[in-house]
């Protein structure tokens, strides 16, 4: 993600109403954190489906089919 637009939405945000700019500011982090766990989660759910995709498929990956 490109941080000069964000800095120039920021930055039109606390122009127009600066307590939204600051709330903003101060709740960005911790929303951040709060879905960092829900990020593990997804990464481990796709790492977990692509294992069973692996498996699934090895037997016609050994005998060569293509596809």
Known sequence: MNALPTVLL???LAVLCWPLALAVLILS??????SLPLRLIGITVGA?????????TLPARLLGVRG
């Open 10 to 12: 920021w930055c039109l």
């Open 48 to 56: 977990a489906f692509g294992l069973v995709k692996a498996l699934l």
């Open 29 to 34: 982090p911790l929303i951040w954190l709060i």
